[in-house]
């Protein structure tokens, strides 16, 4: 059975950063695309970023490019999200996601229809 399992959201000021993981189950999270979503309380799921399987490809959303990084440790079968910098409306649930087709170009980055299996997610808060 697939699963996924996010950690190490918290509560951080602005400008600090946090690390969050996503460790799978039930399959080799290294050969699979991963993405990273965020939710907002009253607002629609939105992709942050993803890192494809085949050709280390990496995408981001506009509003973290350049302050959140997406990268893997083989070696933990884990995938991190940086983020640093954080501001207020980076405040999100945080779930990773994979899907077989996933992050191969810039049209299969972010849409739902690309991602099978999702994790519950981990509260990132940012406020002073």
């Known amino acids: 059975q697939v699963q996924l399992v996010e950690s190490g959201g918290d509560l951080v000021q602005p400008g600090g950063s946090l690390r969050l993981s996503c460790a799978g189950s039930g399959f080799n999270i290294n050969n699979y695309p991963i993405g990273w979503f965020r939710q907002a309380p009253g607002r629609a799921r939105e992709g942050v970023s993803c890192?494809?399987?085949?050709?280390?490809?990496?995408d981001y959303a506009d509003s973290v490019r350049g302050r959140f990084t997406i990268s893997r440790d083989n070696a933990k079968n884990l995938v991190y999200l940086q983020m640093n910098d954080l501001k207020s409306e980076d405040t999100a649930v945080y779930s990773c996601?994979?899907?077989?087709?996933?992050?191969?170009?810039?049209?299969?980055?972010?849409?739902?229809?690309?991602?099978?299996?999702w994790g519950q997610g981990t509260q990132v808060t940012v406020s002073s």
């Open positions: 890192i494809s399987n085949r050709n280390g490809r990496t």
């Open positions: 996601a994979t899907g077989d087709r996933a992050c191969q170009d810039s049209s299969s980055s972010w849409g739902s229809r690309w991602y099978d299996y």
